[in-house]
């Protein structure tokens, strides 16, 4: 068998191809986003899409499972939040074919804005839960999802966490077996949750879930280690490794790969006769209070706090195993190092002609690259909570300023994919109460905070066919707008974003900007831009760093002159020339 | 026994690349290998990490403080950021390549130009390899990477490896020459310090 090296992410993707899914649908979201981009890779077997938010793509899913065949949608973990509304009454429907729902969540928040633990959503929406531990688990707990599904008919969660995402481990592959479509029957009584139909289905989905419980008891997706000791450790996920690491084989392990419904039967069987029982667990005091509610005396939190990744060293430190280990100090520290927006980014043009005026402003941001422009120099925020939310929150937050006679305007800034996202309704509530706001779309043309995702607004899709692509602009006059109210810019051009912003802050009631210039990154943007650069007159230049007040990545001051310390990523944009009183600055072509 | 990797630098080095051919590597050499990467915010400039652990077994993916028994730095300040988690009597192998962070280029911040010797009085255990200037010298800083990696191989003296295969598999054709030769420039660079 062939042996291969791969993230949890790759192997999710390849467990899917193996189990013979047929529909695949995903909004991306770190650390989930390569499930859906490794899909691809097999777009000849499996349809696969990035759909506008969680929400649809999860609907996607259900209507390819009702209909008959395999189907898996993937989110982050605040991504669920937002697909929790179908989840919760899928669960009830149960399924036709196999109904695969896949939660990568981000302990740590390595790239998010919360540490929410979605083991909790298993209970509660009804759903089985698989948590896989390393690679090679990501592939078969992702088949055996299916199987289980299909079998006790439930929607199944495969929950994993970034370090299971993006750790790369060993991966014995499997070939493609046929899972032939189901047929699609009419059954209103089963799929159409009306409530007559709906109270029947939840005493049907009660008891498939007893079902897989009493399965859970013999499953080989469960495993105890019995290492002789009087100590017990359960566990599951990324956890079960982390404890491994910390206590070997010095105690004995109940590994549960099936973390809801739990075999009560396995785990009292498991703690019988044991001194100690410990839950080593990430997160929430999920199995914790599961285990204290079945009676039996454990350990957890209380050791090991809910917050952060957990690790082998906290494990050592909490249950007494080691004293703190030698660490080396060298006495200085080394200066921070935040992510920064890259050289040649349509967000710096924006940020800085909003900085200039932000005596009149109080500004929302949103979850995207441009959520950078929070840090210095331009603070160009204040508050961001969730996708889409950059265009609502500035409606209320705008009637408690007034109620307050503080003058200043309220402005909501978000991306193209958070548009598309959930940003367009934010706008319909905007404009149709005549809030009192500036609404800004920061178009970059792609969704590109997690790497260069095509959405509504580009004209290829994830398995890279033409499709039509669709207007931002023409959605935004389609709510009824006063077109003066809605200014396009180019957020690199000074003289037209600052008029925008000006205007704006001229206007009583609703304004939109959209704010339309591609990613620097983007491949067709760097084809065009090479050999393009900006150079610095030395002898021009008198050292008076307003150049510098852009922030940008590739120039830097040195011998009290301004330079362009990094011809490579510097694009040409011409953004530090606009700021030169000097006109020490100009952009050169054919350069390198 | 397992050896803990840990590799630092900042985002746009080819970091992850670089952890990958050695994972395949030792794959190859019939390890257990594990490879953890945290990417998301910082491909934006920010510092990158990737740790990676080979044995005949590796259960958890990530190297805890004073854990790494080798920590190879494509930058000098992130070689002084990852120590802590530098094992007592652990090696590390760095560039003296300087990338300046934001805060640097604004003024808040001072860059510790001195962090190769600091680190050294304090490990008495640091190679320098100067894989930036050899890349440059060689007409592409992008090979930086593959560079570092050539010293690497050589100090964890695996054998019966085709490196020259490997590489050519994960670079583009074109540059495939040229990545092999920043490898056999680091592979037999005379060390300093």
Redesign the interface.
């Known amino acids: 068998m062939q ?3 791969m993230s949890g992410d790759e192997a999710v993707a390849r467990g899917a191809w193996e189990a013979g899914v047929s529909v695949a649908a995903a909004y991306p979201g ?2 989930s986003t390569e499930i859906l981009e490794n899909i691809s890779l097999y777009k000849d077997e499996i349809y696969c899409t990035w759909a506008n938010n969680e929400k649809t793509a999860t609907e996607i899913a259900i209507g390819a499972s009702i209909g008959g065949v395999r189907a898996l949608a993937a989110m982050k973990h605040v991504g669920m939040n937002v697909a929790s509304d179908p989840i919760f009454s899928a669960a009830y429907t149960g399924v036709n074919a196999g109904l695969l729902i896949v939660s990568a969540d981000d302990p740590g928040c ?2 998010s804005q919360n540490e929410q633990d979605n083991r909790l959503y298993a209970p509660h929406a009804k759903l089985g839960m698989l948590e896989p531990s ?1 690679s090679q688990e990501c592939k078969e707990f992702t088949k055996a999802a299916f199987e289980l599904g299909e079998k006790f008919d439930l929607v199944m969660l495969l929950r994993m966490t ?2 299971v995402c ?5 991966v014995e592959l499997g070939e493609r077996a046929g899972a032939p479509p189901v047929a699609y029957t009419s059954k209103p009584e089963k799929y159409a949750m009306l409530p007559v139909n709906a109270r029947k289905r939840h005493v049907a989905v009660e008891q498939n879930l007893n079902r897989l419980k009493e399965y859970a008891y013999s499953s080989p997706l469960n495993r105890v280690e019995d290492n002789g000791s009087s100590i017990g450790v359960i566990s599951s996920g ?1 956890s079960y ?2 404890a ?2 910390a206590f070997g084989d010095s105690v004995n392990y109940l590994k549960l790969g099936i973390t809801y419904p739990i075999s009560d039967r396995l785990v009292r069987e498991f703690a019988a006769g044991l001194e100690k029982v410990y839950i080593i667990e990430e997160g929430e005091g999920y199995l914790e209070s599961y285990v204290k509610a079945l009676g039996i005396p454990c350990t957890g939190k209380e050791m090991l706090g809910c917050q952060g ?1 957990l ?3 906290k494990i050592r430190q909490a249950f007494g195993l080691e004293a703190e ?18 050289a040649g980014c349509p967000h710096r043009g924006f940020y800085y002609a909003m900085s200039v005026r932000k005596d009149k402003i109080i500004a929302v941001g949103d979850i995207g ?1 441009y959520s ?1 422009g929070v ?3 331009f603070y160009g925020f204040d508050i961001g909570i969730c996708m889409g939310s950059g265009f609502s929150i500035p409606i209320g937050l705008s009637k408690a300023a007034k109620l307050q006679g503080d003058k200043r305007k309220v402005f909501g800034i978000l991306g193209d994919s958070t548009f598309y996202h959930s940003g367009f309704t934010s706008l319909l509530d905007a404009v149709h109460t005549c809030a009192d706001v500036c609404l800004c779309v920061l178009d970059n043309s792609i969704t590109a ?3 260069h995702q095509e959405n509504a607004g580009t004209q290829k899709d994830l398995m890279g066919y033409e499709v039509p692509a669709i207007d931002i602009v023409q959605m935004i006059y389609s709510t009824g707008i006063d077109k003066s109210r809605v200014k396009i810019v180019d957020p690199i051009d000074q003289e037209q974003m600052g008029a925008a912003i000006d205007e704006a802050l001229e206007t009583e009631g609703i304004f939109v900007i959209v704010a339309k210039r591609p990613c620097a990154l983007l491949k067709e943007v760097i084809k065009a831009n090479r050999g393009a650069r900006c150079v610095i007159d030395q002898d021009k230049c008198r050292g008076c760093k307003a150049c ?1 007040k852009i ?1 940008c ?1 590739a ?3 040195e011998n009290k002159k301004a330079i362009i ?1 990094d011809p ?1 990523s510097c694009t040409g944009c011409e953004l530090c020339a606009q700021m030169c009183k000097f006109d020490a600055i100009s952009r050169v072509e054919g350069g390198r | 026994m397992t050896k803990s990797i840990l590799m630092t630098g900042v985002g746009g080095q080819g970091i992850i690349l670089t952890a990958k051919i050695l994972a395949e590597a030792l794959v190859g050499c019939g390890y257990d290998v594990k490879m953890s990467e945290i990417h998301g915010m910082s491909q934006r400039g920010g510092t990158v990490n990737t740790q990676l652990k080979y044995g005949d077994r590796v259960y958890a993916p990530n190297i805890g403080l004073g854990e790494a028994d080798i920590i190879l730095a494509f930058e000098k300040a992130e070689a002084l950021r990852a120590l802590p988690y530098l094992k007592k009597g652990g090696r590390i192998v760095m560039d003296t390549r300087e990338i300046y962070s934001m805060p640097v280029l604004l003024g808040q911040s001072e860059y510790p130009h001195d962090a190769h010797r600091v680190l050294n009085n304090v490990t008495g255990n640091v190679t320098l390899v100067p894989a930036g200037q050899i890349a440059e010298e060689m007409g592409n800083i992008k090979v930086q990477n593959i560079c570092l990696l050539g010293a690497l191989a050589r100090l964890l003296e695996l054998e019966n490896i085709d490196w020259e295969a490997l590489i050519t598999r994960f670079v583009p054709a074109k540059l495939a020459e040229l990545n092999i030769s920043a490898f056999k420039r680091g592979y037999n660079q005379d060390y300093a310090l």
């Not at chain 1, 993006?166 to 060993?170: A, D, E, G, L, P």
């Open positions: 042996r291969v090296i770190t650390p390595h790239s390393d970034t370090r993006h750790s790369k481990s060993v990324i490794m982390h491994k690491e990744e690790d082998a060293h280990p030698e660490i080396y100090e060298a006495g200085i520290n080394a200066p921070p190092r935040p992510p920064v927006l890259c690259c950078l840090n210095a120099p905070m997690t790497g510098m922030a990545p120039m830097a001051f310390a490579a």
